[in-house]
């Protein structure tokens, strides 16, 4: 069985006109993935909590991947006033 690397959701309120949501997949690599298959259900996985924060009404504003923390989609969302 595959261990897959951690989803996390993370929100964050500081900003005073909008919130801001993300969503980080951790790049622990799997080293008995060796087709790949587990890494593209990390990827799916990370995917379906994006959908969820679009579904909240948050916009997807940014996004990048790094070697050494991993892949990060930030989405903002206008405050109620």
């Known amino acids: 069985m595959y ?3 951690t989803i996390r959701v993370e929100g964050f309120n500081e900003a005073p006109d909008y919130m801001v949501e993300k969503v980080l ?3 622990t690599p799997n080293l ?5 298959k587990a ?3 990390n990827f799916e996985q990370a995917i379906s909590e994006c959908q969820k924060t679009l579904e909240k009404g948050y ?3 940014d996004f ?3 070697p050494d923390t991993g892949v ?3 989405f903002k969302k206008i405050k109620d006033t």
């Open 32 to 36: 008995g993935d060796a087709t790949g």
């Open 3 to 5: 261990t897959m690397p």
């Open 72 to 74: 990060e989609f930030i």
């Open 64 to 66: 990048w991947a790094n």
């Open 25 to 27: 997949m951790d790049n």
């Open 39 to 41: 890494f593209i259900q």
């Open 59 to 61: 916009r997807l504003t």
